[in-house]
């Protein structure tokens, strides 16, 4: 059973970054694909950006601002956000996938979940 602890989120003015990290315990995060998703208030979870044997994938409202990046060595994925808005506002969960080579950007394709880190943009 692999658990998921995200870490990095908090309170920043439009314009500022944040670096969200997930780490993952009883499991190797370099086997899995990585996503990270969001949810804002009374939205539905959606996706944001994975990394996987296969490169990197973004949504399209956050390319250009939003890398993601995985560090065998310690085992974590980060989420480096910067030029954060107001509408970026969301609870961050990582999440890992068995998908091998399928890369999915739904959430019911991931097996394990953290329990979220909390971005605010204040305008």
């Known amino acids: 059973q692999v658990q998921l602890v995200e870490s990095g989120g908090g309170l920043v003015q439009a314009g500022g970054s944040l670096r969200l990290s997930c780490a993952a315990a009883?499991?190797?995060?370099?086997?899995?694909?990585t996503g990270w998703f969001r949810q804002g208030p009374g939205k539905e979870r959606e996706f944001v950006a994975t990394?996987?044997?296969?490169?990197?994938d973004y949504e399209d409202s956050v390319k250009g601002r939003i890398t993601i990046a995985r560090d065998n060595s310690k085992n974590t994925v980060s989420l480096q956000t910067n030029s954060l808005k107001p509408e970026d506002t969301a609870v961050y969960y990582c999440a890992l996938s068995s998908g091998g080579f399928y890369v999915p950007r739904v959430p019911r394709e991931y097996e394990y979940w953290g329990q979220g880190t909390q971005v605010t943009v204040s305008s």
């Open positions: 990394i996987s044997r296969s490169g990197t």
């Open positions: 009883g499991g190797t995060i370099s086997r899995y694909v």
